[in-house]
């Protein structure tokens, strides 16, 4: 059973950064894939990235060059690194995995676990 523990929303300005984390527990394997999503108020569910843990990494085009996805294997953790910030960003933020498998989907029915979520809010 893959445990996740989503960590670090917060408010922030417009053009600011957060670093959210992902904290994974219950596997031992590494193909694992790590998905974010978001979801604002009204709308609905958005991939955002998903980083395979022995593979590649990949990005939806509204935030390529402003997320950044990196991993603490050590610690099972994996983090969002998220930079210029943009009031549209507002969302809770989601992680999502999917064990045994050797690439990343977008789309979140494919994910098997989801964490609780964590708030962004980004004011302009």
């Known amino acids: 059973q893959v445990e996740l523990v989503e960590s670090g929303g917060g408010s922030v300005q417009a053009g600011g950064s957060l670093r959210l984390s992902c904290a994974a527990t219950?596997?031992?394997?590494?193909?694992?894939?790590i998905g974010w999503f978001r979801q604002a108020p009204g709308k609905e569910r958005e991939w955002v990235a998903s980083a395979h843990l022995v593979g590649s990494t990949t990005y939806a085009d509204s935030v390529k060059g402003r997320f950044t996805i990196s991993q603490d294997n050590a610690k099972n953790i994996l983090y969002l690194e998220m930079n210029s910030l943009k009031p549209e960003d507002t969302a809770m933020y989601y992680c999502?995995?999917?064990?045994?498998?050797?690439?990343?989907?977008?789309?979140?029915?494919?994910?098997?676990?989801w964490g609780q979520g964590t708030q962004v809010t980004v004011s302009s």
């Open positions: 999502a995995a999917r064990a045994s498998v050797i690439a990343c989907m977008s789309w979140g029915t494919w994910y098997d676990y």
């Open positions: 219950g596997y031992t394997m590494r193909r694992v894939c």
